[in-house]
């Protein structure tokens, strides 16, 4: 779904923050994508979606990302922001979600349809009328994710989706997240998140990868989570 | 700043509204050739930041008070003038709105005071041409400081506008008796000394922007003059004297001769203060013709037109009347209270 | 509170008004705005000796005050921002204008006076007009009615998507003086020192965010048009409702409903 082919990345001159990346993410699968701060996570995350453009070549679904397939791809992909306040922008919930069914042409009908169906699925239907500005954090969260979901992407990227929530938001957003069929590829310094909800482990370092396999493994390698200035996941870490 | 609905006849209130809305026009349609798409979501954040920015206080050095800044040039110096001045719009709707700062029908004049001046002849006349031009020097210093002077020669003369056009509008609706000249003697000083506060902070805030991405301001090469590192507060410092000293000076000025704002503001009608301050009362239209043209309406369709004679037998009686009537409108809207009342609690028992 | 802090309150206060349900509600905000605007220029068209004239006026509010079941009391919270420019205005009134046109017994009323009550009468009327409106339609409501009377769609968009970060943007002022007052007790505003860094550190944020946010529309398909929900059609009873309010408001504006009313008890 997903493939980088020797993808380096610069925002100033020869200060690479991305050296060299290559990796392949099949469909169906989710990947956790860790490393410390400034390991390049947003980065590969903006260059999948074509926000930055780097040197090599990136494959989404068999095409590559360039200005002009930018349209074709963007269309597959599905972006959860950190903040969700910048990513809800409309003045309700309701019409942030037909934002993208309405500007891919789709009928206002049909448009509807998907905002109902995908509410009903995350139990969110109370929500649809209510104003962005008004709703407490963890629906702005649900609501943001209800808001991709809508678009039906093939792919779904997630920077951060569980930073700043309480447990049971949490919660809520990890089974969420799991019960989802499509592509994933999550970023974050939730650990315990990503053993949930992730099969595959990317470990960035310096715009390298350090560790690329199952989570299982990669988690439980304190050695090498710790030289890669991370920690293991609390529940790994035998305490419970 | 912000006019109230009732200090405007409608007729000026609706000229008013044309004006914006012309200049309004204009700018939507030169965004559109440009990339409004892209410019849309700056402005949204930069307004809402300035709604915000407008509620600070500033305390000014030396003093008990505080400044506040309104927001015209940051907005135009940092979007540009077109959609500087919508951000502005968009600013003065929300505050009517939902603040009741200024009114639905004062909006045009309110937009036209508060945005016009401080987004385009502040930029068309004192921002551009200031960072064009070779002020100072060619270095990042130099580049500083006429950042600075283009903010407080900016704020200052478009608030100066803005005060004058207050005036001329509430003078032309014929809603004050205070004479023209003497409002204006009211209005131009206080908001000399406000304009010349908000030129300060709008200034730091600008250099402040400057030095960390120079690339966010208009007509700002963000490559020109890597030069010496400018001390910044010194450079405040001696600006905020200047001003405390100019606008000290005009106080004590104000304080030392008082005799003539007093004399203007207190003195009687018939010493015809009109002729005194230089100004002719009709020259300034102080009764607008909107009301006039009103007041002839009224006259042909009113049933007893009395007010044309005050002292007149009739007039005393009619005015009785008018008071009765007044109380027995009160008595109904009382009545409508109540009655608003029981109907409510009739409706939640069932 | 700081004034961030009741800024944020007043306007979810003004949220929840709008967001109830009552007849005046459920009208359609097109008719609310026209009939709205026809009151404040019927009010403000009122010579400024017409006290008689004005005071009529005053039921169509109340009985709108009535019908929505709104609080007064917000409303005269916001009379503290009309009422002192107003007043500022039209106390000269009195000094100037001494011409004797009212007698109440043996006082007489001058001119001014009279004026300047009428100000003040016309400045509390649009305030409860517009007022009304605002508690009884929602933003988004009001902006859709705009447009479908083509207003420029540039100017509703960035209407609702500045409301939308006004919120957000104030929240984070009112975080910020807060923590600026926890460490410099005693001051009453920002030192002249941080003038230029303390709106400059969150311009510079905003910036960032507005980026995020153009590059969260263009991930989902933004090419120059936003679709805001639409209203129900504009129907008969809406339209019933204002050409209602507008004929009251010109039988008051040519018939001195006061003159009238005290003609049949005073002879």
């Known amino acids: 779904m997903i493939e980088f082919q020797n993808v380096s990345f610069a925002y100033e001159k020869d200060r690479y923050v991305i050296r060299d990346l290559s990796f392949r993410i099949e469909k169906g699968e989710s990947v956790g994508l860790i490393g410390a701060n400034g390991a390049g996570k947003s980065t590969v995350m903006k260059l999948i979606l074509g926000l930055l453009q780097g040197e090599g070549k990136i494959l989404v679904d068999g095409t590559e990302v360039r200005k002009e397939t930018l349209g074709v791809i963007r269309r597959k992909l599905g972006f959860v922001l950190q903040n969700s306040d910048n990513q809800m922008f409309m003045p309700t919930v309701y019409e942030d979600m037909i934002f993208a069914p309405l500007n891919y042409m789709m009928s206002h009908e049909e448009a509807d349809r998907r905002v109902d169906e995908v509410l009903a699925r995350l139990h969110l239907e109370d929500l649809k009328y209510r104003y962005n500005h008004k709703i407490s954090g963890g629906e702005k969260r649900m609501a943001a994710i209800a808001t991709i979901l809508a678009m039906e992407p093939d792919a779904i990227l997630m920077d951060e989706p569980t930073s700043a929530l309480d447990p049971y938001n949490r919660r809520i957003v990890i089974n969420t997240i799991r019960e989802l069929s499509q592509t994933k590829l999550i970023t974050s310094h939730d650990l315990d998140m990503i053993l949930d909800t992730c099969g595959r482990v990317i470990l960035l370092s310096g715009g390298r990868i350090a560790a690329d396999g199952p989570a299982e493994k990669i988690l439980k390698d304190r050695a090498l989570l710790e030289a890669n200035r991370m920690e293991l996941p609390l529940s790994l870490m035998g305490r419970m | ?350 | 509170m700081n004034k961030m802090q009741k800024a944020l309150h007043e306007l979810s206060e003004m949220d929840e008004l709008a967001a109830r349900s009552t007849p005046l509600h459920a009208l359609h905000p097109a008719a609310k705005l026209i009939t709205t605007i026809a009151y404040i220029l019927v009010t403000l068209s009122f010579n400024k000796y017409d006290l008689s004239g004005l005071v009529p006026m005053v039921l169509w509010p109340v009985l709108l005050f009535q019908i929505s079941d709104t609080d007064v009391r917000s409303c005269f919270y916001k009379l503290r921002i009309v009422l002192p420019l107003v007043m500022a205005v039209g106390l000269f009134n009195p000094f100037f204008d001494r011409e004797i046109i009212l007698r109440v017994g043996s006082v007489g009323v001058s001119g001014g006076v009279v004026s300047m009550i009428t100000l003040m009468l016309k400045g509390l009327f649009c305030l409860m007009a517009s007022f009304l409106l605002m508690a009884t339609t929602k933003i988004d409501n009001l902006c859709a009615a705009l447009r479908s009377m083509h207003f420029p769609s540039m100017l509703t968009s960035l209407l609702l998507l500045t409301y939308r970060y006004v919120g957000v943007m104030t929240e984070e002022l009112a975080v910020m003086t807060e923590a600026y007052h926890l460490r410099a007790p005693g001051q009453k505003g920002i030192h002249i020192s941080a003038w230029g860094s303390f709106l400059g550190q969150l311009l510079l944020r905003s910036m960032d965010r507005a980026q995020e946010l153009y590059s969260s529309m263009r991930l989902r398909g933004y090419h120059q048009h936003f679709h805001f929900a639409a209203n129900r059609p504009f129907n008969g009873r809406d339209a019933l409702y204002a050409a209602c309010c507008i004929l009251f408001f010109l039988l008051l504006r040519f018939i001195s409903i006061s003159q009238l009313l005290g003609g049949l008890f005073v002879r």
């Open chain 2, 1 to 350: 700043m912000h006019m109230a609905d009732a200090l405007l006849a409608p007729a000026v209130a609706a000229t008013m509204y044309v004006a914006s809305g012309t200049a309004a026009g204009i700018s939507i349609s030169k965004l559109k050739k440009d990339d409004e798409a892209s410019k849309l979501p700056v402005m949204a954040v930069t307004s809402a930041l300035v709604f915000a920015g407008q509620m600070i206080n500033y305390t000014i050095p030396g003093t008990g008070s505080s400044g506040h800044m309104c927001g015209g040039m940051l907005l135009s110096a940092l979007l540009g003038p077109q959609a500087g001045f919508l951000s502005m719009i968009v600013i003065l709707a929300i505050q009517c709105l939902f603040f009741a700062d200024g009114g639905l029908m004062a909006l045009g004049a309110n937009c036209w005071n508060m945005a016009f001046y401080g987004c385009f002849v502040g930029y068309y006349l004192i921002w551009r041409p200031i960072m064009k031009s070779k002020w100072f020097g060619s270095d990042k210093n130099a580049q500083r400081l006429r950042i600075i002077a283009a903010s407080i020669i900016g704020c200052v003369l478009t608030l100066q506008l803005g005060a004058f056009s207050v005036v001329l509008e509430t003078s032309l609706s014929g809603i004050t008796e205070l004479p023209f000249g003497a409002f204006c003697a009211l209005m131009q000083p206080i908001h000399l000394a406000i304009g010349l506060v908000e030129g300060l902070i709008t200034a730091a805030v600008l250099v402040f922007v400057y030095q960390s991405r120079p690339e966010l301001l208009q007509c700002v090469d963000p490559a020109d003059g890597e030069g010496a590192k400018a001390s910044l507060r010194s450079v405040v410092a001696i600006l905020a004297a200047v001003a405390l000293v100019v606008g000290g000076g005009l106080s004590l000025l104000a304080s030392s001769n008082p005799d003539g704002l007093e004399w203007a503001l207190f003195g009687n009608a018939e010493e015809g203060y009109a002729e005194n301050m230089g100004l002719d009362e009709d020259d300034f239209g102080v009764q607008s013709s909107a009301a006039d043209a009103a007041g002839s309406i009224q006259e042909k369709t009113s049933f007893l037109p009395d007010y044309a004679f005050p002292d007149s037998e009739a007039a005393v009686g009619t005015t009785v009347s008018g008071i009765v009537g007044s109380a027995i409108v009160a008595g109904v809207a009382v009545l409508i209270c109540f009655a608003g009342g029981f109907f409510r609690k009739k409706q939640k028992n069932v």
